[in-house]
């Protein structure tokens, strides 16, 4: 139920900005964990929100970021809202957005969030 809330944009923590890392799988996520990792590090200020599609993987990812927020994807209706409340300042793609609407890249490229691909492959 909470993650049907948090996709819908409800129930989410009220960020001040955040970082926000979309992938696939979880490999998508053990290959970028270095890359994410010293992102964050070099800014404490920000936090860090991850995203997947199929609930095992959000699953993992709460296991393997436990200090920091492993969501759903917002449903395409809720994302300006779920953007807002996590105050998203940039999108990091770790699957070159294949796993992505392309409404989810059109809204958040018309809100001015910059987006990056990752470029690790196993």
Known sequence: MRQLLSSCGLM???LRRSLWV???TAIDFLVA???IQS???ERPHV???VTAHHADTVHFLGRLFPDERALPMPQPIA???WLRA???RHLL???GGRSLHANVLRRSVNQGIPISLSLIHI
Do not use: Y
Request: zero cysteines.
């Open 12 to 14: 989410l923590p009220a």
């Open 22 to 24: 979309h992938g696939d």
């Open 33 to 35: 964990r270095r890359l």
């Open 39 to 41: 992102i964050m590090d």
């Open 47 to 49: 936090s860090l929100v």
């Open 79 to 81: 994302l300006p809202r």
């Open 86 to 88: 996590l105050q998203v």
């Open 93 to 95: 793609l770790l699957d």
